[in-house]
């Protein structure tokens, strides 16, 4: 497999959803996105339609931008080593999603309930000079925190795992996990996560 094929899913940034597909045909896109439901143990995994059992992982980004060049071929030479040893069904699907900047958020609301109390505590002209100044900053921050998080979207990138039944689908992702090696670094979702993201590919013009 080639290198570009191999590292483009995760080194650049996507205006529309893209799928691709490695190794043998895996089911269509519409087949097992109609899933019937999650399976209600702490796996969560996705039963299909036809009964066969899917898992969706979440896989951390590498910001190839900012690795000197010799770790950039190192995490090449990862990846090409993933594929190499996992001969399995796999899907990659890297999707845009809403960023979210709720800790700044928080933060900035706490320096401004913090100026705000201050005010209502002092008389002093010099100090409510200071304390309003440093309410309306933080006012300023919550305003632009809100405004990114209105305007920017984070790119995510998922694999999806297949099995025929629940016990194969346990046996390939251990073989995945311990196939990926340090720069292929896979993330369970948990279910609220995994509705989500089935619900947003589904549904790519809702933001969500």
């Excluded at 143990?41 to 898992?55: C, P, S």
């Excluded at 931008?65 to 190499?84: D, H, K, M, S």
Aim: glycine share 4%; hydrophobic share 40%.
């Amino acid at each position: 497999m080639s290198q570009s094929r191999i590292s483009g899913g995760l080194g650049a940034l996507s205006a529309k959803p893209e799928k691709t597909t490695f190794h043998k045909a895996m089911p269509e896109m519409a087949s097992w996105l109609k899933y019937k439901r999650l399976t209600p143990d702490k796996n969560a995994f996705i039963q299909l339609e036809d009964d066969t059992y899917a898992e969706l992982l979440a896989v951390e980004g590498i910001g190839l931008a900012t690795l000197p060049e010799g770790q950039v071929e190192e995490v090449i030479e990862g990846f090409a080593n993933f594929w190499r040893h996992y001969l399995e069904d796999v899907n990659i699907i890297t999707t845009p999603f809403p960023a979210t900047t709720t800790n700044q958020q928080v933060f900035w609301h706490q320096r401004f309930e913090r100026a705000q109390a201050e005010l209502r505590k002092t008389t002093d002209p010099r100090r409510r000079r200071t304390w309003l100044a440093r309410q309306r900053y933080s006012s300023d921050r919550i305003r632009a925190a809100k405004a990114v998080e209105a305007q920017l979207q984070n790119q995510e990138y998922m694999m999806v795992f297949f099995g025929k039944t629940l016990n194969e689908l346990h046996q390939l992702l251990d073989s995945a996990y311990q196939d990926g090696g340090h720069y292929l670094q896979f993330r369970r979702l948990s279910r609220e996560r995994k509705e989500l993201m089935l619900f947003r590919i589904n549904n790519m013009n809702v933001k969500v």
